[in-house]
């Protein structure tokens, strides 16, 4: 009877405990319940509105701001800026995190030293490297001129001011082939490459390579070093342990190296904002940089809210999937 | 032989790789410490005639204000963001609640989104609210963006607290603010350290909830600050980047003295891996 008694007593508080513990996180949840889910609703709502002008007009009009913005011209050039910008960044990022990690994961002396030097743009903001990396490539400037300093003559890339789109010409031999694959519409400016993005990609990768190596590096550490060994002694070449043991066991690294750095590639705007900015013909704008002048500086809100919708969209397509397989596997360990 | 040689190439590659990333830096340096004379862009590269502080004084004193407001902003709301999170870490990993799984899934969304898609609405509310333009309104702004991240860090963090300590005051009859007083807090520095340094690092850096919450010149972070000066064609380009330094250098000895937390909190950014 005792026992029972105070058990239920245990029971009793544990309750109470445990209903002060969600009393806890309630203003966070709300917080956030309000500040993103809430908010991501009225955006939502916003860029299926007529609001134009500084005056709020939640008047329904369906898709129409969407279908707009899919015509528009100059969101056509973001997609094709952002896809290029996703693919070459993140790319440059993985290789050269890959092969600073390996060359470091070879007990190297000073090796803090190094880690700390490839890290440390990590520190700093998009807009100092962009006011840095500004100075660095301007066309008379920089990196074009450091030739001359070895007695070379200087070079002439015109870097973020090249107005230069790369893209198969319909009349080149491959755009015949394209055409007649059936792909002829590949032959256009719209899926070209615009030389000025480069720049932008050289800047953020500066800025975000270090972190992948440090992920790298976590990750080859996490590898037993007899498994290499093993491979060694039986003669494998340090290629082919590279390639058969180190990536294969680094996939997930490479995979949340991925995601983090493409949802960052997606909504890239201050880099771009303190660099180049729109570039010539719009060779380096993006999305928020468009959403940012639509509806802050040209103040036509549902047009923004619905470049806002559509990068939400794509963001989320790359990190839901992300965050189940993630959790899950921490829920596996 | 063949190895030492292998080691020696190592060497100069990593060292190579060095020079590269600190390029910048180098630039910025002999770039702020030349006169106002010597400062041609074909001399970009070559080192200043003598140590003249011009383009720094410059700089910063077009900066100044706006370096004390990125510290009014940045403190209150780390501080608020550290605690935050590690009360939001404690009841996640040791107050488990059905649904507790689901509700840190839909917090850590909010990690990620692009914060485009909420900055019409959050205008509008900090207008109503009347700390639209205001530091408190980007404090507020900080404050709530950071709780996925504080959050995620501190569960992680408090993950490797053993439970059955936890257990063991539970049944002993302590209250939930007694074990965290007692057990959980004295073992949270670390992690105080590592969300602290976060926060502080990406708040001092944001741009775009700067440029969007406030557009009076006097209220602005230094972030917004520098890019007025960089897109400004009448500040010569060798203040832009005195500035860019001036800019950068409180985060820089954050990570200069405390890299290891830093990266501590790079990892924990990117889950688990």
Redesign the interface.
């Known amino acids: 009877m005792g026992i029972g008694t105070s058990g239920r007593r ?1 029971v009793r ?2 309750t109470s ?2 209903a ?3 009393a ?2 309630i ?3 709300v ?2 319940g309000v ?6 609703g ?2 939502a709502l ?1 860029s299926v509105s007529e609001w134009d002008t500084l005056r ?1 007009d939640y008047t329904y009009v369906g898709l129409d701001n969407f279908r707009d913005l899919f015509r528009n011209f100059r969101f056509q050039i973001d997609i094709r800026n952002t896809v290029v910008f996703t693919v070459l960044f993140v790319a440059a990022c993985l290789g050269l995190g890959f092969v ?1 990690a390996s ?2 994961d ?1 007990h ?1 002396v000073g090796e803090g030293i ?1 880690r ?21 490539l ?1 066309p ?3 990196v074009n ?2 030739p001359e ?1 070895v007695g070379l003559g200087a070079l002439d890339y015109g870097w973020y001011t090249d107005p230069t789109v790369t893209y198969v010409h319909a009349d080149s031999r491959l755009g015949e082939a394209l055409h007649a694959a059936g792909l002829g519409f590949l032959a256009d400016p719209n899926y070209g490459i615009p030389l000025a993005m480069i720049s932008v990609v050289i800047a953020a990768t ?1 800025q975000m390579s ?2 992948v190596m ?2 790298y590096l ?2 080859l550490r996490a590898i037993p070093e007899e498994l290499r060994e093993a491979a060694r002694m039986d003669g494998a070449s340090e290629f082919r342990i590279v390639r058969h043991i180190s990536l294969p066991l680094l996939r ?2 490479t995979l ?2 991925i995601i ?1 750095l493409g ?1 960052q590639s ?2 890239i ?2 880099l771009v ?2 660099m180049s900015r729109r570039g010539p013909g719009f060779a380096t704008d993006v ?2 940089l468009f ?2 002048e639509t ?2 500086q040209g103040n036509h ?1 549902s047009h ?2 619905a ?3 559509v ?2 969209v794509a ?2 397509a790359l ?2 999937p992300y ?2 397989w ?2 899950r ?3 596996r360990l | 032989m063949t190895i030492r040689w292998s080691r020696i190439a190592l060497y100069t590659v990593l060292i190579l790789f060095a020079v590269l990333y600190l390029m910048p830096i180098y630039v910025l340096l002999v770039t702020g410490l030349k006169s106002f004379g010597e400062v041609r862009l074909e001399q970009m590269w070559d080192l200043p005639s003598g140590l003249h502080f011009d383009s720094f004084k410059e700089a910063y004193s077009a900066l100044d204000s706006n370096l004390g407001n990125s510290f009014k902003m940045v403190i209150p709301a780390t501080v608020i963001s550290c605690m935050l999170g590690s009360i939001n870490g404690y009841v996640l990993t040791k107050w488990r609640f059905p649904g507790s799984d689901v509700l840190f899934f839909l917090l850590l969304y909010g990690m990620f989104i692009p914060y485009q898609s909420v900055l019409i609405p959050l205008v509008k509310t900090l207008q109503a609210l009347h700390v639209y333009g205001s530091l408190w309104g980007l404090v507020v702004t900080h404050v709530v963006y950071g709780i996925p991240i504080t959050t995620l860090i501190f569960r992680n963090y408090y993950a490797n607290i053993p439970t059955e300590l936890v257990e063991a005051a539970k049944i002993d009859g302590a209250s939930i603010f007694g074990i965290y007083r007692r057990i959980v807090f004295p073992l949270s520095l670390p992690g105080f350290v590592v969300v602290a340094i976060w926060q502080f690092t990406n708040i001092w850096n944001d741009f775009l909830f700067a440029v969007t919450v406030t557009s009076n010149p006097s209220i602005q972070p230094a972030t917004v600050a520098l890019n007025n000066m960089a897109g400004s064609f009448i500040v010569e380009w060798n203040v832009q980047m005195a500035g860019a330094l001036i800019a950068a250098l409180p985060t820089l000895i954050v990570y200069v003295v405390l890299g290891r937390f830093f990266v501590r909190g790079l990892m924990a950014g990117a889950l688990r891996g």
Do not use: C, N
Not at chain 1, 35 to 40: D, E, M, S
């Open positions: 245990l508080r544990a405990e445990q002060a513990a969600v806890l996180i203003p966070s949840l917080a956030v500040f993103v889910y809430g908010f991501i009225w955006s916003v709020p600073l060359l470091l070879r190297i190094f700390s030097i490839y890290l440390f743009p990590m520190a700093v903001s998009f807009i100092v490297t962009g006011v840095v990396w500004r100075w660095l301007a008379r400037a920089g001129i450091l300093k500066w270090g972190f440090v992920m976590a990750g997930p690294v949340s190296a983090i949802h997606l909504k705007f201050d904002m303190s999305p928020a959403m940012f509806s802050f809100f923004g809210a470049i806002s919708i990068m939400l963001v989320s990190v839901i965050l189940f993630s959790l596997r921490e829920a």
